[in-house]
């Protein structure tokens, strides 16, 4: 099929229902195809803006966001978007509808080599098509890429000049399944210990998840505090649900109690814990991938792969294990915490009046 037929298709497969886009003079034979199919494209007076619609978009529906940019400003525009989607682990695939490689040196319009390479350090992998051989199958990496934990945004090059060229269609059977971390020496270990603390970050706000956490946090009496990417991952007026990981008052006093933490799918960040004057006695670090183990604490035990895979495990293979917390206690202490910040703060007391306000039923994760 024609190029402009073949990425429309490829979203069609992938059950893109919604592309964020400004068009431009490069796109037109795209643009005039998207306008005939299902696909909803949602436009805006800046790419920037864009960028960061398509962020919100995959934070709030769990998939792909995606973006069909010009060559040049166009492309420049999406720079702070995919810097902070990186930041945040937020899936976005970038299309740059590019110019033609063979002609950048003759000063055709947006013409940069390799313009894409300016993404190199906040993108998971920057892509480019040079042959219609692999017209589809690079596209079909780039979203494979971006929706695989870690997840994040990745950039494709696709020439304009394909646009009206055959191009084969070939489509991967589907994506890789996730790893699976091994969990056996994990468990025996903090099998061992009296008062863990589970520290839940981004990856734990996958659909699923929160239901095998709730589980394993409610039956064993371990609390749970959360980094602010996993703020929203379960409610946080369940018993054993202490808030953010940073907070003075009981959130320290739990980190300071406790003889081991089970950091689950965050990276434990310097800006969300160490420079917040989190101490850390013995860490288990669970996370999607090894990149950030080790970096601002030292792991007595690590694991990579699948994170609700890990937290399954750790429910089956804790079955039994009694821990020391008195989560009542705490919860009555944070509760104090609270009425005295909202005794002495007017803007805290407003907060906890909307809280308190919104049945419980209506109410989003994280409050």
Excluded at 2 to 7: E, M, P, R, S, V
Excluded at 57 to 74: D, S
Excluded at 146 to 166: D, L, N, Q
């Amino acid at each position: 099929m024609l190029g402009k037929d073949a990425i429309l298709h490829f979203l069609e497969q992938k059950s893109i229902k919604n592309l964020f886009h400004l068009p431009g003079i490069h796109t037109l034979p795209f643009d005039e195809r998207v306008l005939r199919s299902h696909i909803r494209v949602i436009g805006g007076r800046h790419e920037a803006s864009l960028a960061f619609m398509a962020d919100g978009y995959a934070r709030a529906t769990g998939g792909v966001g995606v973006l069909v940019v010009t060559p040049g400003p166009g492309l420049g525009n999406v720079v702070s978007g995919c810097m902070e989607a990186h930041s945040g682990d937020v899936p976005l695939l970038i299309i740059h509808i590019d110019t033609g490689r063979k002609d950048v040196e003759k000063g055709i319009l947006h013409g940069v080599a390799e313009p894409e390479s300016i993404f190199a350090h906040f993108a998971k992998k920057t892509l480019s098509v040079s042959r219609a051989d692999e017209f589809v199958s690079v596209l079909d990496e780039g979203y494979r890429l971006a929706a695989a934990e870690r997840r994040g945004p990745v950039v494709v090059s696709v020439p304009y000049t394909f646009f009206e060229k055959e191009v084969p269609y070939r489509l991967s059977a589907g994506r890789d399944r996730e790893e699976k971390a091994d969990m056996g020496e994990i468990v025996d270990a903090l099998a061992r210990k009296d008062r863990p603390v589970i520290i839940g970050g981004n990856a734990l706000m996958r659909e699923g998840v929160g239901p095998s956490l709730t589980a394993l946090c409610h039956e064993k009496g371990i609390p749970f505090l959360t980094t602010t990417a996993g703020k929203g991952a379960v409610s946080e007026r369940e018993p054993w649900a202490f808030g953010n990981v940073m907070q003075r008052g009981t959130a320290r006093r739990i980190i300071d109690a406790a003889d081991v933490v089970v950091a689950l799918g965050t990276r434990l960040r310097d800006v969300d814990a160490k420079r917040r004057g989190v101490k850390i006695r013995e860490l288990i670090h669970i996370d999607t991938d090894g990149a950030w183990i080790g970096r601002n604490y030292p792991a007595s035990h690590a694991a990579t792969g699948d994170v609700g895979a890990a937290v399954e495990a750790l429910h089956a293979g804790l079955d039994g294990v009694g821990f020391k917390w008195d989560l009542e206690a705490l919860k009555r202490d944070e509760g104090d915490e609270r009425r005295s910040l909202a005794a002495g703060s007017t803007g805290f007391k407003v907060i906890e009046l909307i809280r308190d306000a919104i049945p419980a039923e209506r109410q989003p994760c994280g409050i």
